[in-house]
């Protein structure tokens, strides 16, 4: 732009990169919108049971445990739900639903050894009360079982 005033210069440069900005401001305000959406659409997602609006505490197609028993989930290094109320006698199913080894430590003793991927323990509370779980490798890890 050799011999233009600099109010030309000034024009042709605005008008050169205006398509790129425009396409990187609707793009990043594309991203902003789609980050504000999702969180609220995935809201609606997954089921109710525990306090904390996760699972039911009840099995569901679960490979190896009954359909509708007493289910605490190992996976994203935390028992799931995190709280469970079962009858007295009720057989209470632990799965290791990831690939990090866990426990199923039952006021302080361990009573499951240690669970690999996909592995079920079964525990049958003997006697009704308020039973801490949790994981001798995960300290992380804790749910509450109450046995009526």
């Known amino acids: 732009m050799r011999g233009s005033s600099p109010d030309q210069k000034l024009r042709a440069s605005s008008s050169v990169g205006g398509?790129?900005?425009r396409t990187a401001v609707v793009f990043?305000?594309?991203?902003?919108?789609f980050g504000l959406a999702l969180p609220a659409a995935m809201a609606g997602c997954g089921g109710g049971g525990d306090d904390s609006g996760g699972p039911t505490g009840r099995a569901t197609n679960e490979p190896g445990?009954?359909?509708g028993a007493a289910f605490?989930?190992?996976n994203g290094l935390k028992f799931s739900p995190s709280t469970l109320s079962v009858?007295?006698?009720?057989?209470?199913?632990f799965?290791?639903?990831?690939t990090t080894v866990h426990t199923v430590t039952v006021n302080g003793k361990n009573e499951s050894g240690t669970m690999k991927?996909?592995?079920v323990f079964q525990f049958t509370p003997p006697a009704p009360g308020e039973y801490k779980i949790t994981c001798d490798f995960h300290a992380q890890m804790k749910s509450t079982l109450t046995v009526k």
């Open 65 to 67: 445990i009954p359909d």
């Open 19 to 21: 398509d790129n900005m």
């Open 117 to 119: 991927n996909d592995q």
């Open 87 to 93: 009858a007295a006698g009720e057989v209470v199913y």
């Open 72 to 74: 605490i989930d190992q």
């Open 95 to 98: 799965k290791n639903s990831e």
């Open 28 to 33: 990043r305000a594309s991203v902003l919108l």
